[in-house]
């Protein structure tokens, strides 16, 4: 098994805490999903999200999800001109035999531009 990173990022239509769970919650469950992963192979996640969504800590989601035992940290994304709005980004510490070309990088919706060379 290897340490491997695994990341993504979902944008939000609106600031509301259910709204923010549900698609957290989404985005996780896609990296676990296509990545063959289960709660136990996570290490640690960082969430971070733009400053512009205040209603919820996106590490919520994940608790929601009986994630309960793996270390989570909430971060505000910098603030830059132009950039994409209500976006809630993860990087995914875990155990996996996949190599690093294997892992797939979850990026929903219009997120997919935010990092075309790895977005799946």
């Not at 969430?47 to 909430?74: E, K, M, N, Q, Y």
Request: proline share 3%.
């Amino acid at each position: 098994m290897a340490v491997r990173a695994v990341r993504g990022a979902v944008q939000l239509e609106r600031d509301e805490a259910g709204h923010m769970d549900e698609q957290v919650g989404a985005l996780l469950t896609a990296i676990l999903e296509r990545n063959s992963l289960v709660a136990d192979d996570l290490i640690s996640v960082w969430f971070t999200a733009t400053p512009d969504l205040h209603s919820d800590f996106p590490a919520a989601a994940a608790r929601g999800l009986g994630i309960v035992d793996v270390p989570l940290i909430c971060a505000q994304e910098l603030d830059i001109k132009g950039a994409m709005p209500r976006v809630v980004r993860i990087l995914a510490h875990v155990e996996t035999g996949l190599s690093k070309a294997g892992i797939s990088h979850v990026y929903l919706g219009a997120t997919g531009a935010l990092r075309k060379d790895i977005a799946q």
